[in-house]
């Protein structure tokens, strides 16, 4: 009964580590091939599930990608050639760790500069308000006076 129960937890923890690659037709027969696919693959995210790549996923779309890298790969196609082709049908999105460009920086620096830019124009502004709230001029006052009728 315990091996039973063993046997059980094994074949459990041994699906839970298996690829999602599981049709051979996915495969290549190569097997350097393959290693470049797998390790391409594990750079790409499923646009269905966004968490995991196509190498981990399930969905039709991880699959259609899986099989898009292994034909560009027995193309003849470098791992380069390979990325800047998926990403240039799909959009950066689809890679799991985005490169580093201009448009990545002022996305993630954003929020800091907004936030650095709200907290300059709150300070100065107070500074314009706290000097502008200085007191009435000389002819404001002597004309308040007069409204008043207040004489010196």
């Not at 290549?28 to 594990?42: F, G, K, M, N, T």
Request: net charge negative; with cysteine; glycine share 6%.
């Amino acid at each position: 009964m315990i091996a039973r129960w063993l046997i059980l937890v094994w074949f459990a923890f041994w699906t839970v580590a298996a690829h999602a690659v599981l049709a051979p037709n996915e495969m290549l027969d190569d097997p350097a091939l393959e290693a470049r696919a797998r390790a391409l693959s594990a750079g790409l995210r499923c646009m269905v599930c966004q968490n995991q790549s196509i190498d981990d996923s399930d969905a039709e779309l991880a699959r259609d990608l899986r099989v898009l890298v292994r034909e560009r790969i027995a193309a003849g196609d470098s791992d380069e050639a390979v990325m800047d082709y998926v990403v240039s049908r799909y959009g950066e999105f689809v890679l799991l760790r985005p490169t580093f460009t201009a448009r990545n920086a002022l996305l993630w620096g954003m929020p800091v500069i907004l936030l650095v830019g709200g907290g300059a124009f709150l300070i100065l502004s107070a500074r314009r308000r706290r000097t502008s709230a200085g007191g009435l001029s000389d002819e404001e006052a002597r004309r308040l006076d007069d409204i008043l009728g207040h004489r010196d």
